[in-house]
């Protein structure tokens, strides 16, 4: 069975700072993908990235960017000089990687960032 | 514009009575999902479909129901066995491959009262 892990459940910094989402996972499957959501408080959940496993290479988009560790099964995400508009509930999530497969998702990490 | 619209975002229904939750894609996405949330219970899958008139249970099926008659609606109706409906659901879809972005609506909230 698969599983996601977000230990954290809220975090607090305040602007300017760098903070990193922890996102641990579990598959017996040897090929997988995996994905990062942000939801802000008007509900709707926002693709952020998708990974798939033989894809090891960290990737950066602006003042994301994500480590895709698979030697401990781990994909963070750390976000550079945060703001404001960065708050929100961030979503890790791990799918197979046949046909039509579902997501199964962490329970969240809630990011507050104070002005 | 393309995408998945879900409705109504805001419902409340008494108790003992069942309800429809409407999601609509233009995105000829092949694959739709039905996905509750709760506070600090991440998403959960109550139901999908891969094709038309035909579905599948997902973790919490129960006191759910749901049709697939045409590829681009995919509405779920609550029922009233459903012991607590209160919560937000997301609708979502995909296109076919192993591995492809899922796309979520924006969210229909539900409270029973």
């Known amino acids: 069975a698969q599983k996601v892990t977000q230990a954290q459940t809220e975090i607090s910094v305040v602007e300017k700072e760098d903070v990193t989402l922890d996102c641990v996972y579990e598959t017996r499957d040897t090929t997988y993908y995996l994905f990062w959501y942000k939801q802000p408080p008007s509900g709707e959940l926002v693709f952020l990235i998708r990974r798939n496993s033989f894809d090891e290479q960290n990737e950066i988009s602006g003042r994301y960017s994500w480590n895709f560790q698979k030697s401990t099964s781990s994909f963070n995400f750390t976000i550079t000089a945060s703001q404001v508009v960065d708050s929100a509930v961030y979503f890790c999530?791990?799918?197979?990687?046949?046909?039509?497969?579902?997501?199964?998702f962490g329970k969240g990490t809630m990011l507050l960032v104070s002005p | 514009d393309g995408g998945i619209t879900q409705s109504p975002k805001y419902l409340f229904r008494k108790e003992g009575q069942n309800v429809t939750l409407s999601c609509e894609q233009n995105l000829n996405h092949d694959a739709m999902y039905w996905y509750r949330q709760d506070p600090g219970q991440g998403l959960r899958l109550i139901y999908y479909?891969?094709?038309?008139?035909?579905?599948q249970k997902g973790d919490i099926a129960e006191g759910y129901s749901v049709s697939r008659e045409k590829k681009e609606s995919f509405p779920l109706t609550v029922t009233s066995a459903q012991k607590n409906p209160t919560a937000f659901y997301l609708c979502a879809s995909r296109t076919s491959g192993g591995g492809n972005t899922i796309y979520f609506g924006e969210g229909s909230w539900l409270t029973v009262v």
């Open positions: 479909s891969q094709i038309v008139n035909d579905f």
């Open positions: 999530a791990l799918s197979e990687a046949q046909g039509y497969s579902t997501l199964t």
